[in-house]
Every structure is written in C-alpha cells, then in structure tokens.
C-alpha cells in the first residue's frame, strides 16, 4: 500500500513527529497572525496620513483660489508670485501642438508616397 502523505522533515533532515509539526504549524500560523496585524496597522497610519494630506491638500487650493481670486479682481496691489510649479501647470502654448500636426502630417505624406512607389 503505497502512502502519498510525506513527512515533514526540518532543515536538518530528521524526520519531526507528529507533536513537533503540529508545534511548528502553530508557530508559522502565529507569525503570519501577527504579520496580518501589523500590515493593519500600517494600513490604518497610511489612512491616516492619507487624509490628513489631503486636508492639507484641500487647504492649499483654497489658498491658492483665494489668491487667485483677489488677483483677479484687483483688489490686492501686490502682484502674487507663483513658484515655478504653478507656472507650469498652466495653459501650454499653441507651439507644440501646431509642430506634431505639421510633423504627422509630414509622416503620412512620405508614407503615402512609399506605399504609391510599390
């Protein structure tokens, strides 16, 4: 009769009874337990910091929309500087788009005029 079921062996080769396998499943199974606690409780200080970032956020962009807004009413005679990353967040000039329309537009003439030559 041939047993399919393989004794577990520790790293030295011999071969663990029944109690010690049984011991060592417990201890995988607690350490994995306390694994699954502390991933939740990194989980609950990234939700944490996660909002408060985005209260921080929300906070900024109503500044911003303030300032933005008494700029543009003029009611504030200092003129407001922006940092270099709201400068760049603004509108793109009409530079780009008009050179990949000429460049594509080039593209698919010169490949129209190899598919003509076959």
Avoid: C, H
Avoid at 74 to 92: C, H, L
């Amino acid at each position: 009769m041939s047993d399919d079921w393989e004794k577990p062996y520790e790293d030295e080769g011999v071969t663990l009874g029944p109690e010690d396998a049984l011991r060592q499943e417990i201890e995988k199974s607690k350490t994995l337990k306390v694994e699954k606690l502390q991933l939740k409780d990194t989980i609950e200080k990234l939700e944490a910091e996660n909002d408060a970032l985005s209260k921080t956020n929300q906070s900024l962009e109503q500044k911003l929309n303030s300032l933005t807004g008494q700029s543009a009413e003029g009611g504030n005679s200092d003129p407001v500087q922006y940092s270099p990353i709201f400068q760049a967040a603004q509108a793109p000039s009409m530079g780009w788009p008009v050179f990949l329309l000429v460049f594509n537009l080039a593209a698919a003439g010169i490949l129209l005029i190899f598919l003509l030559k076959q």
